[in-house]
């Protein structure tokens, strides 16, 4: 199962174990249902800053986290999954040189030691996802460029009579587009070349809710037909899966559009989210359902599509909203009575300063996953929040029910970001309310606001078609020998680093692998297929030059980042010290080349 983001996939993480201890408690307790003696578990497989790479990595967390007396959080699983208790370290976290695990204590848990789990069904370490690979790996798309580099990885790919994959789901397809889908297609090719060499063709299955052309999409990524679930039905307002109900009966999320053409776009936010931070207090103090529409519309959401807006944002907030607010609150309290609650609403002019929280990539990751958690607490809590301001970090995965209110700063580059940002309010029982804060300064802005209606009665055909391109000339030069290699290493069997030199495309194994790769590219992109099957036998005649090159050479290896002055290699970085062939990702965050333009 895979994610783009790598919060996302924590989250997701959280999410999935439920249902994993589910069917491993079914399993447990229902020999009937014929489930079989192996354990059903759960990993996630991400980047070191989310969860720890190495035992060691995660024996240092644990006792960091102990002398400190906090939760680890990059272990992620802060309590148990099936009955809550809360985890301490390191009571819960049973980390060692070569292994780690957790545990729960808890003497009515069906999972706990007292009734026999030694273990928990899930785990975050790398090591010992690569000693015993899970039922269900959760992953980021960005962990791709490893399968070239690490020879451990193989063990996804079905080892000691374990199967391969059988299903794999993407998340988000919307997002695997541009750049990042592109060269994601590539590698997609040489997975699927693995896991079919070894007697298996998984089935796909891909979730969006903003996607066009998504035929020519799926075909690019993954050389299949497209199959659209739920099917349309025979009426488009009842479906079976969804149905069509009327606002009298349940009423949707309203969109407001708001310009202030005497104000400069930093300073339009300011008397906008004053009212808002304002409205709850004055409109439902004396509510009969006060305690749940309080807590609805308390935390006002930002969103921003730059790095530059959330400064602002901040800066707009932080000063002159509180002396809006103090005006409204003033103005509202001198035309009605007071509503006779003893409990009055917290004071946003002295809170304020202390409960805005941005969320954006410039913010480390246990900081984020603090804010998600702080979103979840209600209006009452002291440690909940007024004000999150954003960047499109919020618009993917993120499911909260209690959020109502949200300010959209310009109008998104894309129509699918505007509907996937804006759709985060508004998702439990009350309605949400969206304003989308037009810039006086922004042609885009005042187009869509001239069109208001329109456009937001029919926003869903203006979702832009998306566009991935894994085998044209620059994408195939970026990551094509990555595919090769991969298939090479998983598919034939050429795991060790000394295993470089057993490459022999004559070899009856090697060239039905290497036929098959070329034809999964072909299926993928028939306009490219030549163009992509010469690319190939190009990428096999620089391997062999490289293996009879270095014939004499002491040691010849896949990739080796060691300084040895006799060891020559077929991979490398791309700010290695000591080069060799194939310059080759390590990672999906940054796949695009940067250039320095000079104006003349």
């Keep these: 199962m895979r994610y783009t983001l790598r919060l996302l996939t924590a989250q997701q993480f959280e999410r999935a174990n439920r249902l994993i201890f589910a069917l491993e408690h079914l399993r447990k307790t229902e020999p009937a249902l014929g489930m079989g003696s192996t354990p059903i578990d759960i990993g996630i497989w991400v980047g070191g800053n989310t969860s ?5 990595n995660a024996v240092d967390t644990v006792v960091e986290s102990a002398a400190r007396n906090t939760s680890p959080k990059k272990l992620l699983v802060n309590q148990c999954p099936w009955c809550g208790t809360t985890f301490k370290s390191p009571t819960n976290y049973r980390a060692a040189a070569t292994s780690f695990h957790f545990q729960c204590h808890n003497a009515d848990c069906s999972f706990s030691t ?15 996802l690569f000693e015993n690979p899970p039922t269900l790996l959760i992953g980021t798309i960005d962990k791709f460029a490893r399968l070239a580099w690490d020879p451990r990885t193989t063990v996804f790919f079905g080892q000691a009579g374990n199967r391969p994959p059988d299903l794999i789901i993407q998340d988000e397809l919307h997002l695997i587009a541009g750049p990042l889908g592109s060269v994601a297609g590539v590698y997609e090719a040489a997975i699927d070349t693995v896991i079919q060499s070894k007697g298996v063709r998984p089935k796909y299955i891909a979730s969006t809710a903003t996607i066009r052309n998504a035929a020519e999409q799926v075909r690019q990524l993954y050389a299949r037909d497209t199959a659209v679930f739920p099917p349309p039905g025979l009426s488009a307002d009842d ?21 202030a053409p005497a104000r400069a776009p930093a300073e339009s936010i300011t008397p906008l989210a004053a009212a808002l931070l304002a409205a709850p ?9 006060r305690e749940s529409l309080l807590d609805a519309w308390w935390t006002l959401v930002s969103y921003h599509g730059s790095l530059k807006g959330i ?44 409960r805005v929280q941005q969320l954006s990539s410039v913010v480390d990751a246990d900081t984020n996953q603090a804010t998600f958690a702080r979103l979840a607490k209600t209006w009452k809590n002291v440690d909940r929040l007024d004000i999150l301001i954003s960047t499109n970090m919020i618009s993917v995965g993120v499911d909260i029910p209690r959020l109502a209110a949200m300010i959209v700063n310009g109008q998104p580059l894309t129509t699918a970001e505007y509907i996937q940002a804006s759709s985060r309010v508004g998702r439990g029982d009350v309605p949400g309310i969206v304003f989308t804060n037009y810039y006086r300064n922004q042609v885009r802005s005042w187009s869509h606001f001239e069109s208001f209606r329109a456009y937001h009665e029919s926003f869903y055909r203006h979702v832009e078609p998306t566009s991935v391109t894994p085998f044209s000339y620059p994408c195939r030069k970026r990551a094509l020998h990555a595919a090769l290699v991969i298939v090479m290493r998983h598919g034939a069997g050429l795991l060790s680093e000394a295993a470089v030199k057993d490459f022999d495309p004559t070899t009856p194994h090697i060239s039905n692998l290497i036929t098959m790769l070329a034809n999964r590219c072909r299926d993928a992109d028939p306009s490219r297929g030549d163009a992509t099957f010469a690319h190939l036998e190009t990428l096999q005649h620089e391997w062999s030059a490289f293996i009879e090159a270095n014939a004499n050479v002491m040691q010849i290896k896949f990739s080796e980042s060691d300084k040895q002055k006799n060891s020559e290699r077929l991979l490398y970085d791309f700010d290695a010290r000591i080069k060799g062939v194939w310059s080759t990702l390590q990672s999906m965050r940054n796949v695009e080349h940067v250039a320095l333009v000079k104006l003349i």
Excluded: M, W
């Design 52 to 56: 720890p790479n190495t035992f060691q």
């Design 114 to 128: 007292h009734n026999g789990y030694a273990a928990l069904p899930c785990n975050v370490v790398d090591e010992a």
């Design 239 to 259: 479906s079976y899966f969804a149905k069509t109900v009327p606002i009298n009966q349940r009423p949707g999320r309203l969109y407001v559009g708001y310009l």
């Design 281 to 289: 207090a004055a409109l439902f103090d004396d509510q009969s359902e």
């Design 311 to 354: 400064g602002n944002a901040y800066n707009a907030i932080d000063k002159d909203a509180r002396r809006y607010i103090e005006a409204y609150t003033q103005a509202a309290q001198s035309r009605a009575p007071d509503s006779g609650n003893e409990e009055r609403c917290p004071d946003r002019l002295d809170s304020t300063r202390r």
